[in-house]
């Protein structure tokens, strides 16, 4: 699974197309890989508890070890950019790979269309997503379920659920909430990926974002 883990931004971070394992065969999908109300507020605590969450709203489903890195940030690699992937692949198969210890490789969050949110590696660890070694360690990802080709797949109910996690993240963080420091997998250095692709409205996204720090920070004050 070496041209796997190159692929989806894993050990060697080498650009690629993404190989996945599908019925137990290497399959290559063309494209690129890879909720809540209110912001949390501060970061989950600093223990690794199984189970733990950063983000309140999601569910837990712990990926392979062999698919991050364990790390302490932000007090080793200060966390400054959320980058926006789409697994090009449904939300089954996209946990089953960030599971598999032969992936070498997956995304700290997965996000489905329905709005459920899925947490599989802690802010804390470096998650092996983005193919190149900086922005893994400065960065979490988040992966969105479907295919870059259908517009469909991105719903209101994954726009809204994932525009207030990425708020809460950025809330936490101090990240601002603009397309320097919101980005797709594509425009990471060195990537050949495509995603989000044309069909993701930026602007509508960062609008969500927006929105939802602002609705956060009102309810507080």
């Not at 919101?182 to 069909?199: C, F, K, M, Y």
Request: overall charge neutral; hydrophobic content about 40%.
């Amino acid at each position: 699974m070496g041209k796997a883990s190159a692929a989806w931004g894993g050990k060697g971070a080498t650009p690629g197309r993404r190989a996945v394992v599908v019925g137990g065969g290497l399959a290559l999908l063309g494209g690129a890989i890879a909720l809540g109300e209110g912001l949390s507020g501060s970061p989950a605590p600093r223990r690794r508890a199984p189970g733990d969450l950063d983000y309140a709203d999601a569910r837990w489903v712990a990926a392979s070890e062999a698919n991050y890195r364990i790390a302490d940030r932000p007090a080793d690699y200060p966390v400054e950019l959320v980058v926006v992937h789409v697994t090009q692949a449904d939300y089954a198969t996209t946990v089953r790979l960030f599971e598999d210890p032969r992936h070498e490789a997956a995304s700290h969050y997965v996000v489905r269309q329905s709005g459920q949110v899925t947490q599989m590696i802690r802010e804390l660890d470096v998650a092996f997503h983005a193919g190149n070694r900086w922005y893994n360690e400065h960065s979490v990802g988040i992966e969105h379920e479907g295919f870059v080709t259908r517009p469909r797949d991105f719903t209101d109910a994954m726009y809204a659920a994932s525009a207030r996690l990425t708020a809460d993240v950025c809330h936490r963080y101090g990240i601002p909430v603009d397309r320097r420091h919101i980005i797709g997998h594509a425009e990471v250095p060195g990537t050949d990926h495509t995603d989000p692709g044309r069909h993701w409205d930026w602007p509508r996204y960062l609008g969500l974002v927006r929105a939802a720090r602002e609705a956060a920070g009102s309810k507080k004050a």
